[in-house]
């Protein structure tokens, strides 16, 4: 399964990113420039989930980050799970090739 691997890598990132931006904590220099990245990065991610994306996979991105399950997913949208899945990892894979290019 090495869309798994990849899938977490991405789901990790999105997290993260969204967790440093409410952290009411203090933050030295290391931190700082840690943080500006991590803003230019999600950025980037941003106008790319706009730009970059199909209306379904920005979908199914959106449900799917909220917390929704495949089967869920499928269900609002009218289509399969296999087809939530399809558009799923063909958004991550190009979202990942876009940011990391």
């Known amino acids: 399964m090495p869309f798994h691997s990849r899938e977490v890598s991405v789901d990790r990132l999105f997290l993260e990113s969204f967790s440093n931006e409410q952290s009411p904590y203090f933050a030295d220099g290391?931190?700082?420039?840690?943080?500006d990245s991590?803003?230019?990065l999600r950025n980037r991610l941003?106008?790319?989930?706009n730009n970059s994306l199909s209306t379904r996979q920005k979908e199914v991105l959106k449900h799917y980050l909220t917390g929704k399950k495949e089967?869920?997913?499928a269900g609002i949208l009218?289509?399969?799970q296999q087809v939530v899945n399809?558009?799923?990892?063909?958004?991550?894979?190009?979202?990942?090739k876009?940011?990391?290019a």
């Open 46 to 49: 941003r106008w790319h989930i």
């Open 71 to 73: 089967r869920e997913i």
């Open 30 to 35: 290391l931190e700082l420039s840690n943080s």
């Open 38 to 40: 991590i803003k230019k």
């Open 78 to 80: 009218g289509v399969t």
């Open 86 to 96: 399809i558009y799923k990892h063909r958004a991550f894979k190009k979202l990942r």
């Open 98 to 100: 876009l940011v990391t």
